[in-house]
């Protein structure tokens, strides 16, 4: 079973004024598709903190994906991105890329989206939007083939052929 990590960004919900909807909408999709969420944590929208975070989770093998929702907006806290780009070895463009194409069916606001994705070691990173219904939308739309790229990633698999 593939263990996954939660990492909401939210200065209001780190304090405790504001409800994370968003976490759990995550913890139910990749408990559904058969992985195991075995951290959770909301934190203030700081780059240093959030990078200290996520790259703790790679570097301790704590979980091969680690979601993360908020702060991939305009806001000058909006810093998740550059977080996670800050700590990952190599980015994968295509997440977000393909993220953002299937959401412009339902918001052109879409394209406002910073979110980015990466990997650290053999840990794959995934921002989403903080909206609950846009981190369904997207985790829905890309969660069954993250299966397939964590197995190659952690040299499970070794073809990337499309099977018939």
Same mark, same amino acid.
């Given at each position: 079973?593939?263990?996954?990590?939660?990492?909401?960004?939210?200065?209001?919900?780190?304090?405790?004024?504001?409800?994370?909807?968003?976490?759990?909408?995550?913890?139910?999709?990749?408990?559904?598709?058969?992985?195991?969420?075995?951290?959770?944590?909301?934190?203030?929208?700081?780059?240093?903190?959030?990078?200290?975070?996520?790259?703790?989770?790679? =570097?301790?093998?704590?979980?091969?994906?680690?979601?993360?929702?908020?702060?991939?907006?305009?806001?000058?806290? =909006?810093?998740?991105?550059?977080?996670?780009?800050?700590?990952?070895?190599?980015?994968?463009?295509?997440?977000?890329?393909?993220?953002?194409?299937?959401?412009?069916?339902?918001?052109?606001?879409?394209?406002?989206?910073?979110?980015?994705?990466?990997?650290?070691?053999?840990?794959?990173?995934?921002?989403?939007?903080?909206?609950?219904?846009?981190?369904?939308?997207?985790?829905?739309?890309?969660?069954?083939?993250?299966?397939?790229?964590?197995?190659?990633?952690?040299?499970?698999?070794?073809?990337?052929?499309?099977?018939?």
């Amino acid at each position: 079973m593939r263990k996954v990590a939660i990492i909401t960004s939210s200065d209001t919900g780190y304090r405790g004024e504001r409800t994370d909807e968003s976490g759990p909408v995550i913890k139910s999709i990749v408990e559904g598709a058969g992985y195991e969420v075995v951290h959770y944590v909301i934190l203030p929208d700081e780059k240093e903190m959030l990078a200290a975070e996520m790259a703790r989770i790679a =570097d301790e093998k704590i979980a091969q994906l680690i979601i993360t929702t908020g702060g991939t907006g305009f806001s000058p806290r =909006d810093v998740m991105p550059e977080a996670t780009k800050s700590i990952t070895e190599r980015e994968v463009p295509g997440i977000p890329e393909a993220m953002r194409a299937f959401s412009m069916r339902y918001t052109k606001r879409t394209m406002l989206s910073r979110a980015a994705a990466g990997i650290r070691k053999s840990t794959l990173i995934i921002n989403l939007p903080g909206s609950p219904k846009a981190c369904r939308e997207n985790l829905e739309y890309i969660i069954e083939e993250l299966e397939h790229g964590l197995g190659i990633l952690l040299e499970e698999e070794k073809n990337c052929a499309v099977k018939d």
